[in-house]
């Protein structure tokens, strides 16, 4: 990996150290030139006659991200974010009264919103996920979880809540958000029916660009939660017919210049390798959870067996507020990620009400061990904030850190069995009402 080359490619790099990579990260050149040069296109031709002319260029994301999913490219849709994929299939489903859905804790606030919308007469009852399943004659009809939490450097076990879906045949929607970019994804082996993902963290596309993969199964058997003409076809006055392929669950507007773009980020992460970038962001996480390790009055909280990219951390005498201002002043940029972002996870790692928020910076391969060992020179006599020493800024890289304040003891309830179904989270169960969307 030739980081010198990464780094020239990356024009943000040369004036600030971004570990943002898990909100928003900095885009290869390649790919803001991409979007130039549609947009110029447009105002030259106009937007139909763009599309026209440049129909190559937009099949792009399909085959990069069918490639890097190791699925087909009609499986594969093009959205505007990853909550409208998500969306798109999620509210499709046909739900009865009495259906049961199984999430975790680390749910994304987006999605756990949804489960609330469909109404749920008894929630958050934890347990472990193949017992859950069996506790009651009829089976759920979805399991839901997030791969990677917003706030978090867990990986969850994607593949074994994937076996115990198939073995159930119970329809799987896996949130690959956070994961999506910085590790290897491979769609047969996770066993998820559908795959959610966003263009703009780790894969380094633009914001306002998302895509769903659903599985040719599971298309078989459900639709998309809203059509229109792109989608579908009228065909007479009460009737019509689906696209045949994923792009049922796409609608004729969105950003083609977007679009453009993110077949060019899948394609430039694909060249680099994803095998060679999950080494890089995990060596380089590894190296800066030691390094912080080192420093007074800061605690890492990061648990499981497997880590990624996402570091999370608290400094007690800095709230997660001054953490970011004072990397701001410096040229170095994170995020905060408050409470209602994952609520249930923050009831349960949070010591009291009142610490509801987080730092979290994110890696990207490019950055070299010399950047992070100046990051995590931290100062903390200075005031009013705290001060960080940087000797040399930090180019783009896939990863992320976050600060955020949890037990002393750093322990988590763990209701998945290790054994069986390694995700080591507590499994919520909802009890839908009658749903709007309930069919027939």
Sequence with gaps: MDLVKLRAETVGSQARAHFNNAGSALPPTAVVQAQHAYLDLEAKLGGYEAVEQQQMALERPYAALAQMLSCEPDEIAI??????????????????????????????????????????EEASRGGALESLIKERPQKPVLIAV??????????????????????????????????IGQMP?????????????????????PRGSGFLYASRKAMAKH???????????????????????????????????????????VEYALNLGMPHIWDRVCSLATLMRQK????????LHDKGRQLCGII???LKSH???????????????????????????????LPTPALAASSRATWPPAHGSTRVQSFSRLETSAAPACSWTVASRLS???????????????????AWTAQRCPLKDTCQTVFTKKPANIRG
């Design 319 to 349: 709230s997660p507020a001054e953490v970011k201002a004072a990397l701001a002043s410096k040229g170095i940029n994170i995020s905060v990620s408050a409470a209602p972002s994952t609520l249930l996870d923050f009831r349960t790692l």
């Design 223 to 265: 639709e998309p939660a809203a059509l229109d003409i792109h989608g579908a076809t009228w065909t007479g006055e009460q009737d019509y017919k689906l696209d045949p392929t994923a792009k049922r669950y796409e609608v004729y507007e969105m950003s083609m210049a977007a679009k453009v773009g993110l077949g060019v980020a």
């Design 396 to 414: 783009m890289e896939r990863a992320t850190a976050s600060s955020r304040a949890v037990p002393a003891s750093g322990k988590q309830s763990s």
């Design 185 to 205: 994804l491979d769609v047969r082996a996770l066993g998820c029916d559908y795959l959610t993902g966003t263009g703009r963290k780790y894969l380094r596309g």
């Design 79 to 120: 959205v505007t974010s990853a909550t409208t994929a998500w969306q798109q299939v999620f509210f499709g489903l046909p739900f009865q009264r009495g259906d049961r859905i199984l999430t975790s804790r680390a749910e994304y606030g987006s999605n756990y919103l949804a489960y609330i919308q469909v109404g749920n």
């Design 292 to 299: 912080l390790e080192e420093l007074p009055g800061l605690e």
């Design 146 to 179: 997030t791969h990677v939490p917003t706030s978090s450097g867990r990986v969850y076990s994607a593949e074994a809540v994937g076996r115990v879906a198939q073995r159930e045949g119970i329809t799987y929607l896996l949130d690959a958000c956070q994961s």
């Design 312 to 314: 999370s951390f608290s």
